[in-house]
């Protein structure tokens, strides 16, 4: 049996919807256009669904066809322009995963440094025990009792807010507002002040 090859008259028969012609090329071209494909975007499953895609939209299209036209080279039209827009969507995703990568390296790398850079001797020294109770000293009561319930008696935000007669946003507001002052107080020992609070 004579192998098909395309030829301008199939044209003709493919717009008027001639399925057997359809079939052929089909058949005869979709194993070279899946190569192609392929062989730029390097995923089988992914050339596999371009070509396919390229002759449903042949097949779509077949009557709006211009009498001129030249079925294969509208076919590798289309699965070009469908490679060149997954390989582009691959090249913007790979770029931001890799700036994303690169940030995360940077803040492991800062983080890293950080905790080398932590004496643990430094964060219990009586210089940071009695800067932190100064800095306690110095808020006001209802905000300092709020900071010793929540940071060194553990209690919950709503326990609080009960013992203290308040209302939980009046416990959160406290702990903000006390939080605040001990960093600063604490700005020179950094790891004491994530440690305690």
């Avoid at 001129?68 to 080279?73: A, D, F, H, R, Y």
């Avoid at 800067?131 to 209802?142: A, M, Y």
């Avoid at 007669?165 to 903000?176: A, L, M």
Wanted: net charge neutral; proline share 2%; hydrophobic share 35%.
């Amino acid at each position: 049996m004579k192998a098909y090859e395309y030829n301008s008259e199939d044209l003709t028969k493919l717009k008027q919807g001639d399925e057997r012609v359809y079939a052929a090329i089909y058949r005869t071209y979709f194993p070279r256009f899946r190569s192609f494909a392929n062989s730029y975007v390097r995923d089988e499953f992914v050339a596999e669904n371009i070509v396919q895609d390229a002759f449903t939209t042949l097949w779509e299209n077949k009557e709006t066809l211009a009498d001129n036209s030249n079925v294969l080279s509208y076919l590798l039209t289309i699965i070009k322009n469908r490679a060149l827009n997954h390989l582009s969507h691959l090249q913007t995703r790979y770029a931001v995963e890799e700036k994303l990568l690169t940030q995360q390296t940077r803040e492991i790398e800062l983080r890293c440094l950080t905790l080398r850079a932590t004496d643990p001797e430094s964060i219990f020294s009586n210089e940071v025990q009695s800067l932190i109770r100064q800095t306690l000293d110095k808020l006001p009561e209802q905000t300092r009792q709020v900071i010793e319930m929540s940071r060194f008696d553990n209690l919950s935000n709503k326990e609080i807010a009960l013992r203290l007669n308040i209302s939980v946003k009046g416990v959160e507001y406290h702990i903000t507002k006390g939080l605040k002052s001990l960093r600063i107080g604490l700005k020179d020992y950094m790891s004491a002040y994530t440690f305690f609070f």
